[in-house]
């Protein structure tokens, strides 16, 4: 908002007042307004003030809206797995936060995804840092700094502040901080299969299984998947290996052996057991 202090033409004279689809520059706003925003003209400058607030938080409850449009939608939000990483923008000019916003979307994909709360031009104020510390987000400062009420808040709500004047720092500390939000990438490399050929008894409570190794090697301590008609009965890993009466670290295919499994009885006849190491790697995006 603001109070209209001159309006120059295209030839850079002065006028008093412009009509319809006359091109003009209007300077006195307290603000820098996007392309195609609405200039609307009001009775007085408090009047003013509070159109502007009432857009503002229209756009803010349009930007932050999550409510789904239809069943299809509802049940894509409710079953979706994506991590959203949400951030606030303010930059000293609307060709920056333009500029932010894009490559900030561009880090996301199909685990992660940006969120952008507000983007606008202009200091940091009160209710970027109320907004922010709403969703648990950090401010991102381009080339601009908070006012004096946005400091005492942001030092009460303990909201992190991230600046930065140069784009490509900026994305490349955002990628680290939703690296580290998905965490290491589990791979797993099956190194064994075999099948339960007979269950007994090992000590008071304990079930041991005897196996016959058909692929690759059963090894002590990796993880493994309990089978029965190709449907998982238990998540587990190997507690104990034995090969006739000694205790061994592998076996391999072709070769029977005895396994006690970790945190589980429930063992068939007929099951297969899948025997995997895990491999964690740090994610990129």
Excluded: W
Excluded at 39 to 57: D, G, H, I
Excluded at 92 to 111: P, T
Excluded at 116 to 130: M, P, Q, Y
């Amino acid at each position: 908002s603001g109070k209209v202090r001159a309006i120059v033409d295209d030839k850079g004279q002065q006028l008093k007042e412009a009509g319809p689809s006359m091109p003009v520059e209007v300077l006195g706003l307290g603000g820098v307004p996007s392309a195609g925003d609405n200039l609307t003209v009001v009775e007085n400058e408090q009047r003013a003030r509070e159109v502007a607030k009432y857009r503002q938080e229209l756009a803010t409850e349009k930007r932050t809206a999550l409510a789904p449009t239809n069943f299809d939608t509802m049940f894509n939000t409710l079953s979706s797995n994506v991590i959203e990483f949400p951030v606030v923008v303010k930059a000293d000019v609307q060709g920056s936060v333009e500029a932010i916003v894009n490559a900030l979307h561009n880090l996301s994909n199909d685990d992660i995804k940006v969120r952008v709360l507000n983007g606008g031009v202009g200091a940091i104020t009160e209710s970027d840092v109320l907004l922010a510390g709403g969703s648990k987000a950090p401010i991102i400062g381009f080339n601009v700094r908070p006012n004096a009420k946005a400091r005492e808040l942001l030092k009460r709500d303990n909201v992190r502040m991230m600046y930065y004047d140069v784009i490509y720092h900026l994305t490349d500390a955002i990628a680290k901080e939703m690296i580290g939000e998905l965490g290491p990438e589990r791979i797993e490399h099956v190194v064994g299969r075999a099948q339960v050929k007979e269950v007994f008894k090992s000590g008071k409570r304990d079930k041991a299984a005897g196996l016959l190794v058909e692929e690759g090697v059963i090894r002590k301590g990796l993880f493994a998947r309990l089978t029965r008609a190709d449907v998982i009965v238990s998540a587990t890993k190997i507690a104990s290996l034995r090969r006739f009466k000694d205790d061994v670290d592998e076996v391999r295919a072709g070769l029977e052996c005895g396994v006690v499994l970790e945190d589980t009885n429930d063992i068939k006849p007929g099951d297969q057991l899948e025997v995997f190491s895990v491999e964690e790697r740090e994610r990129t995006l």
